[in-house]
Structures are given as structure tokens and as C-alpha cells.
């Protein structure tokens, strides 16, 4: 059954909102994916604090354009769309999404999505796909920073060790 305009104008705001609130939008075509995929799929996008929401291509253009995403009129959005709402890690949704696609070749396709009030293209979310998450890259950080110092203690325990090595050689040779 069509949807009145009414409708229509309701669904297109809470797209949206929706996209104010997310730290990261994914937009995903899922011609051929089962149900039981799909709702595997929602349910681990879910843990992760995403959102999964199926949605027409027009109504997600209007929203687009009402949220004055930055390039969102070069959107190619073809065959079934669902756009995925990260609202913790920027990084995460696209990445299950990777994995979830590996597992199931040719059912799901990255189409684009939205990052810092931008467009990106399925390029630019694929290669966000592969950047570590936030906790990783908080884990580099902290060891490069932590790196030079322990440098410098193994330095400073290396000459004590020395040291103590030569004594004891000493005190053997006694």
C-alpha cells in the first residue's frame, strides 16, 4: 500500500534526525539477502550501537539533503538500500559490515555514506573499513608514546646489569 505524502514527510525527518545524531552512516545494498541474514546482521549491528534501517531512495535523498550532508547530491543509491546509523565508533558499523560482506559474497554492497557531514563514496567507506577502531588506535598511541621511555629504562637496567654481570665474574675468579 502507498504511503501518503504525510508519510513520506514523517519518515524523511526521522532520517533526518537520525543522521544529526550518528556519528557515521553506511549505505548498503542488500539485493538477494534473506531474512534470516538480515536479521543477523541487525542484531550484530545492534551490539555494536548501530542502527540498520531499510528505507527508499528518494525518501533517504530528501533526508540527506535536509541534513545539508556536504556532496550528498553525487549519491548513487541503487537497487534496495538500508542505511546503517553509527551513533558510538565511527569506524565499527562499516567494519561489521565488511566482515558481514566477506561471509556473504554478493548479497551486500557498500553504496556510500556519510562521515563528518560529508558524502564519501563506496571507495572511502570501504578503505574506513579497514582503518583499526578507536581502541586500537588508542593502544598505538599510548605504546608510541610509552616507547621511547622504556627505551631509555632498558638502557639505564642494561649498564646495572653490567655491572652486576662484571662483579659477579669478579667474585667467581676470587
Do not use: C, W
Not at 541474514?37 to 551490539?47: F, G, K, S
Not at 608510541?144 to 639505564?156: D, K, Q, R, T
Amino acid at each position: 500500500m502507498p504511503k501518503s505524502k504525510i508519510q513520506k514527510q514523517e519518515i524523511s525527518r526521522d532520517i533526518s534526525a537520525r543522521l544529526e545524531k550518528a556519528k557515521s552512516v553506511v549505505f548498503t545494498s542488500f539485493t538477494g539477502l534473506g531474512v534470516k541474514d538480515n536479521e543477523a546482521l541487525r542484531v550484530a549491528l545492534n551490539a555494536q550501537n548501530s542502527e540498520y534501517y531499510a528505507a527508499k531512495k528518494t525518501l533517504l535523498k530528501r533526508a540527506l539533503a535536509a541534513a545539508h550532508i556536504e556532496g550528498s547530491e553525487t549519491a548513487e543509491l541503487e537497487g534496495q538500500v538500508a542505511a546503517t546509523f553509527g551513533y558510538g565508533d565511527e569506524v565499527a558499523p562499516a567494519k561489521l559490515i565488511a566482515k558481514f560482506i566477506k561471509n556473504n559474497e554478493g548479497k551486500v554492497k557498500f553504496l556510500g555514506g556519510v562521515l563528518e557531514g560529508r558524502y564519501i563514496d563506496a571507495a572511502g567507506i570501504t578503505a574506513l573499513a579497514t582503518l583499526p577502531s578507536k581502541e586500537q588506535l588508542y593502544a598505538q598511541l599510548v605504546g608510541s608514546i610509552n616507547a621511547p621511555v622504556s627505551g631509555f629504562v632498558n638502557v639505564l637496567a642494561g649498564n646495572l646489569r653490567s655491572l652486576v654481570r662484571v662483579l659477579s665474574a669478579i667474585q667467581e675468579s676470587k
